[in-house]
């Protein structure tokens, strides 16, 4: 059976497989892998491309990796240059548009909640459990109603349950806002999503902004939801579709779970949630995020380049491009690019990334004649622009929870390299065409 192959003109993951296959590589895998460490060592095995494993040992279901591990698949996710990505995102987000259509869950298998249907997998040795990695939770504030669609980790307890890590933003505050009345709060869950809607699940919008409007931008408009049957909620179109609610009065373990940087989380007392119903799509395939894998960090770094951007342009109007480096775990270093109009700006901008992004630890602003993208490039600028007064260290500051290297009040030391060449000597460091 060929996978790629949509049935229907709404299946819009697979749409979006079959109108890049012939630009990426996909590769199946046709022998029997286990869920257990053996799925998650042929995802490292490829780490740029997107990979089917199409015989999992405990499911009948595919498992899909891969869609979102590189800036090239997410631009044309979004239909831009992939050097546009990061405006693309703050248009998106800057005009949520509403999204008109509503329609019945049509065109899915439902089933009573069993969780062992699906290919959850345990990615690494010391994981606390199997885990849903590339789920994105819808739900409702119990007061205002407004809607909220993120993503979010959650670890396998039995057939009925998983442990939810959840960090306090807006679906923590639904939470507790219901908690407090003593209510569960009703969820959906969606697994298999395009890869625009998937990355709107992401971004970091006010808490009165709904997140599937984003998406609805990023698809010009044409965004469907569907109607939950055992919650009243609306849910995008996914290839799994889990209808259940995080219970007011229970909490278990969570972790340990291999975050950005390749090490371990802790374990933590995180809510529950009980699933009811399970919704299918015809041969559905189950997308998998591999921690610590490329899609990890893009999907979880991007959406803060558009913050970084706002704040660094704010100070210096001149700035072309912000970029979180894959080897910076998309998360602690960043490459700024910038037309220098005065000397000192430099300085400004890397003051205002850290500012902006507080987990950022190092960061380098380099000229526009310097490809961001190119990291031999930047080592050029480096290598060739940078004296001992253009660089600034910053001793003492909060990091990000995620470096390991972090002392153990949270402080690190950041630093900020001015790799710019100086405007009254620029002709010395004019490169040959």
């Given amino acids: 059976m060929d996978l790629l192959i949509f049935k229907k003109i709404g299946d819009q993951m697979r749409k979006f497989l079959q109108s890049i296959k012939d630009e990426f590589n996909i590769i199946r895998i046709e022998k029997e892998v286990s869920t257990y460490i053996e799925a998650a060592r042929v995802l490292r095995e490829h780490p740029k491309e997107i990979v089917i494993l199409e015989n999992v040992k405990e499911s009948k279901i595919p498992v899909i990796s891969g869609i979102c591990n590189s800036r090239k698949k997410i631009s044309r996710a979004l239909n831009c240059k992939k050097e546009n990505i990061t405006r693309r995102i703050i248009q998106a987000m800057e005009n949520p548009t509403p999204i008109e259509s509503t329609e019945k869950l049509e065109g899915y298998h439902s089933f009573k909640a069993n969780l062992e249907k699906l290919p959850i997998l345990t990615y690494y040795k010391k994981d606390g459990g199997p885990y849903i990695t590339a789920g994105a939770i819808i739900a409702r504030d119990p007061e205002t109603r407004v809607r909220n669609a993120s993503i979010h980790r959650m670890m396998l307890l039995d057939k009925r349950h998983l442990a939810v890590r959840i960090v306090p933003r807006h679906l923590y505050s639904y939470y507790k806002k219901a908690e407090e009345i003593g209510e569960d709060l009703p969820i959906a869950i969606v697994i298999g999503m395009h890869p625009a809607t998937l990355l709107a699940t992401t971004t970091s919008v006010p808490i009165n902004v709904d997140e599937l409007?984003?998406?609805?931008?990023?698809?010009?408009?044409?965004?469907?939801?569907?109607?939950?049957?055992?919650?009243?909620?609306?849910?995008?179109?996914?290839?799994?579709?889990?209808?259940?609610?995080?219970?007011?009065?229970?909490?278990?373990?969570?972790?340990?779970?291999?975050?950005?940087?390749?090490?371990?989380?802790?374990?933590?007392?995180?809510?529950?949630?009980?699933?009811?119903?399970?919704?299918?799509?015809?041969?559905?395939?189950?997308?998998?995020?591999?921690?610590?894998?490329?899609?990890?960090?893009?999907?979880?770094?991007?959406?803060?380049?558009?913050?970084?951007?706002?704040?660094v342009e704010n100070t210096v109007p001149s700035v072309k491009n912000v970029i979180l480096t894959e080897g910076g775990c998309c998360w602690l270093h960043a490459i700024i690019s910038m037309e220098k109009q005065a000397e000192g700006d430099g300085k400004n901008v890397i003051m205002a990334a850290l500012s902006a992004h507080p987990s950022l630890k190092h960061v380098v602003v380099v000229d526009d004649d310097i490809n961001p993208f190119d990291l031999e490039d930047v080592e050029y600028a480096i290598a060739t622009r940078v004296k001992d007064d253009d660089i600034l260290i910053v001793r003492g500051a909060r990091g990000s929870s995620l470096d390991p290297s972090a002392s153990a009040d949270g402080t690190t030391t950041k630093v900020g390299v001015d790799a710019t060449k100086p405007l009254k000597e620029s002709e010395k460091f004019e490169r040959i065409a």
């Fill in 213 to 311: 409007e984003v998406a609805n931008n990023f698809h010009d408009g044409k965004l469907k939801l569907f109607k939950c049957e055992k919650v009243d909620l609306e849910v995008p179109e996914a290839e799994i579709i889990i209808e259940g609610k995080i219970l007011a009065d229970e909490r278990a373990d969570e972790g340990p779970f291999v975050d950005l940087t390749g090490t371990y989380d802790i374990i933590r007392e995180e809510p529950v949630i009980k699933v009811e119903r399970i919704h299918f799509k015809d041969n559905p395939l189950y997308h998998a995020i591999l921690p610590a894998g490329l899609e990890h960090k893009l999907l979880q770094g991007l959406p803060q380049e558009p913050r970084i951007l706002k704040a």
